[in-house]
């Protein structure tokens, strides 16, 4: 076969389950060619087939191809072949061999479950907007945080919306991303972060849940899957609006809060960030572990009550960027993202 744009595409994909550790088991962390045209690869959480037009069967390691395969040319025309067990990548100037690898189990393909599973082809609706790709990534950052346990490593899409914990922090955007799904679907948050990387390039021509896990079709016989788990999951939803009715919220400048934001990465984790209310002025004080203290006023506030509040900066990072909205309570800070996610943030005595 010859190389097209389209392989190009793979070298990316393949990147994305790169892992020497899976590799040896030779389904996971590998590339699974076939000669129907389709190659396979998966990390166990994520997962892709992709529409190549390979007319041979073989398998290689995912890591070992990334490796080599994205320092060639993608200028150049190059043929693909398998000769004497290793793939064969070959222009008039340049050959690369890369070692077969022998797999003894069954790949579960994509395109074979889409047109056998029964019920399948009723499907969901993406529900794309232009700042999903933020949103995703916002609530994927709160769900891979330091605080989060192994339960907790995931995204909640409900119905009603999409929903991310780590136990001090709840992340919550009351829009839904998938419609038609009426299960709470819980997706592992590195599957749903690669699922991102691929939205923002793509165009979604189909969705289904099958068995927990998440299916999309992109233009171009591309297909992804993302690995859902069946665990308890607290309430987000109910928890995040209960302490929402206690805080008193108000209007904050963007650029304001940005400037918070370069202050709370420049400050140890465990320093504590002291947002106080005093005259109707909003203010920020910090005293670091570092050997610094930092005292700014930030804007005037229409809430004529004081308050003092304090939250570990390791907390406030990947929250306080892009806020439009604050909320203060003895208990938690409210912060809202222009894109509408919706944080508590559990504050400290």
Known sequence: MKWNGVMSKLVKLSGFIADEKLEGSGLLGVLCFFKDGYVYGSNGVFEFELYCGVDFDGVVSASKFYDVVRVLDPRVSYGVSVSDGNLVIRSDETEVKISMIEADGKVNRIVCLLSSEEGVKEGVEVNWREEIVKVLRREGKIALSESSSAEYKVICFAKDGVYATDRVRIACYFMPFLVGEERVLLLSVDGVKRLVEVM?????????????????????????????????????????????????????????????????????????????????????RVKSARGFEWRKKLQKVDIDRDYAVGVLARDLDGVIDDVVELGLSDEVIYCRSVEGVEYVVATIS
């Open 200 to 284: 923002g390039d793509e165009r979604v021509v189909g969705a289904w849940v099958v068995k927990g896990k998440l299916y999309v079709k992109f233009d171009g016989e591309f297909y992804v899957g993302v690995l859902g788990y069946d665990i308890s999951y607290p309430d987000l939803k109910s928890v995040l609006l209960g302490y929402k009715k206690k805080v008193k919220r108000f209007a904050v400048d963007m650029v304001v809060m940005g400037e918070v934001d370069k202050i709370v990465k420049i400050l140890d984790t465990s320093d504590v960030v002291h947002l106080v209310l005093e005259d109707r002025w909003l203010e920020l």
